[in-house]
T-cell receptor
Framework: TQLLEQSPQFLSIQEGENLTVYCNSS?????LQWYRQEPGEGPVLLVT?????EVKKLKRLTFQFGDARKDSSLHITAAQPGDTGLYLC????????????FGKGTTLSVSS | ETGVTQTPRHLVMGMTNKKSLKCEQH?????MYWYKQSAKKPLELMFV???????ENNSVPSRFSPECPNSSHLFLHLHTLQPEDSALYLC???????????????????FGEGSRLTVL
């Protein structure tokens, strides 16, 4: 069974702090996505990474795909209350015809 | 309306009730999905429809019955549910079935806001 382990499970920080959340697996994936789910909403795609070692930036968010395509990190610089939400990683297994696998998510709370 | 809309947003039902969840997408997508989101668990894929045809039934109990009358509408009929079925049920759509797209880019899931179900 392929699993995506996300850490930490919960994170509560003050506005302006930096943070990093992780998504790890023992399996190799062809691509990995990060979604953010705000309270009372459905998940929304933030980024897709497909190449080992790839780094993508989205304003204050920096996403990295591990060299071996088994893990990923999301770094937020100067967090704001609007960053509050559940961050989900989702990965596409190398096997054809397999559905996306989701992690349990990291719940982030940013207070002002 | 745009995107993926789900109704009702909240539903409380007894174990003997019959109710339905509705999902509608205005994106012109060909694939639609039902996911179950429970606390402390990963999103669980329940059903996939591709061009109105069911292509995945992920060992879901028969008390959940999906219906896809056309590529824009998806229903989840509920009957004789159990308290452990209480969860957020998310509908999603994608341009094509993500499992058969091929290539490195998996495509994108567009989610609705979810229907919060409580079974008493």
């Amino acid at each position: 069974t392929q699993l995506l382990e996300q850490s930490p499970q919960f994170l509560s920080i003050q506005e302006g702090e930096n943070l990093t959340v992780y998504c790890n697996s023992s399996s190799v994936f062809s691509s990995l996505q990060w979604y953010r789910q705000e309270p009372g909403e459905g998940p929304v795609l933030l980024v897709t990474v497909v190449t080992g070692g790839e780094v993508k930036k989205l304003k204050r968010l920096t996403f990295q795909f591990g060299d071996a395509r088994k893990d990923s990190s999301l770094h937020i610089t100067a967090a704001q209350p609007g960053d509050t939400g559940l961050y989900l990683c989702a990965a596409t297994p190398n096997q054809a015809g397999t559905a996306l696998i989701f992690g349990k998510g990291t719940t982030l709370s940013v207070s002002s | 309306e745009t995107g993926v809309t789900q109704t009702p947003r909240h539903l409380v039902m007894g174990m003997t009730n019959k109710k339905s969840l509705k999902c509608e997408q205005h994106l012109g997508h060909n694939a639609m999905y039902w996911y179950k989101q429970s606390a402390k668990k990963p999103l669980e894929l329940m059903f996939v429809y591709n061009f109105k045809e069911q292509t995945e039934n992920n060992s879901v109990p028969s008390r959940f019955s999906p219906e896809c009358p056309n590529s824009s509408h998806l229903f989840l009929h509920l009957h004789t549910l159990q308290p452990e079925d209480s969860a957020l049920y998310l509908c999603a759509s994608s341009q094509e079935d993500l499992r058969i797209i091929g290539g490195p880019d998996p495509g994108e899931l567009f989610f609705g806001e979810g229907s919060r179900l409580t079974v008493l």
